[in-house]
T-cell receptor, first 117, second 116 residues
Framework: GAVVSQHPSRVICKSGTSVKIECRSL??????MFWYRQFPKQSLMLMAT?????????EQGVEKDKFLINHASLTLSTLTVTSAHPEDSSFYIC?????????????FGPGTRLLVL | KNQVEQSPQSLIILEGKNCTLQ??????????LRWYKQDTGRGPVSLTI?????NTKSNGRYTATLDADTKQSSLHITASQLSDSASYIC???????????????FGKGTKLSVIP
């Protein structure tokens, strides 16, 4: 199946710093990528949807100035958590959707564990 | 409002036993239903995906069923193994290829623990 990678797999940072997470579709072109956040024992919560070459669409309650998303190419999307605070500590998962599949398939990355001290 | 409900929330079974996880949904317009396995600290991995016309799909020891009339799905795991311990998430996709837009609704998952 298609592969989606994320980097880094885990990151620890100090409060107030910014952290960038990369999401790459390794063997297919993804016109749309999604960013999710998952707190312990909770389901994935969609943060934003990004289409290549256009601005991301954020879900209600997600601050677009805090969670900067750049979808510069068909294989790369980045999420930057700006001025991170301890409450931003979470598991961030991206997914990528293929553009040619009639079944509209999404593939998830392995996730990035963020810990803000 | 689109919703996906899963039951049970958690389940403990002995290695080698079978189990069935349930998923009820109210999603419109229905596109497809997927079951994912999520190991702790990892991203979800797709097990099965079913469209409206498919009522059963197997992937090794995993068999998913779909009843589009009652809007219910189940995931049956046979001869469970310790490595099956994970969260199993039911995800329903709403939308249409014509519109070109889809929205996923996630269940909260069933946490399965397989013990020796």
């Amino acid at each position: 199946g298609a592969v989606v990678s994320q980097h880094p797999s885990r990151v620890i940072c100090k409060s107030g710093t910014s952290v960038k997470i990369e999401c790459r579709s390794l063997d297919f072109q993804a016109t749309t990528m999604f960013w999710y956040r998952q707190f312990p024992k909770q389901s994935l919560m969609l943060m934003a949807t990004s289409n290549e070459g256009s601005k991301a669409t954020y879900e209600q309650g997600v601050e677009k100035d805090k969670f900067l998303i750049n979808h510069a190419s068909l294989t790369l999307s980045t999420l930057t958590v700006t001025s991170a605070h301890p409450e931003d500590s979470s598991f961030y998962i991206c997914s990528a959707r293929t553009s040619h599949s009639t079944k509209e398939t999404q593939y998830f990355g392995p996730g990035t564990r963020l810990l803000v001290l | 409002k689109n919703q996906v409900e899963q039951s049970p929330q958690s389940l403990i079974i002995l290695e080698g036993k079978n189990c069935t996880l349930q998923c009820n949904y109210t999603v419109s317009p229905f596109s497809n239903l997927r079951w994912y396995k999520q190991d702790t600290g990892r991203g979800p991995v797709s097990l099965t995906i079913m469209t409206f016309s498919e009522n059963t799909k197997s992937n090794g020891r995993y068999t998913a069923t779909l009843d589009a009339d009652t809007k219910q799905s189940s995931l049956h795991i046979t001869a469970s193994q310790l490595s099956d311990s994970a969260s199993y998430i039911c995800v329903v996709s709403a939308g249409s290829s014509g519109a070109g837009s889809y929205q996923l609704t996630f269940g909260k998952g069933t946490k399965l623990s397989v013990i020796p």
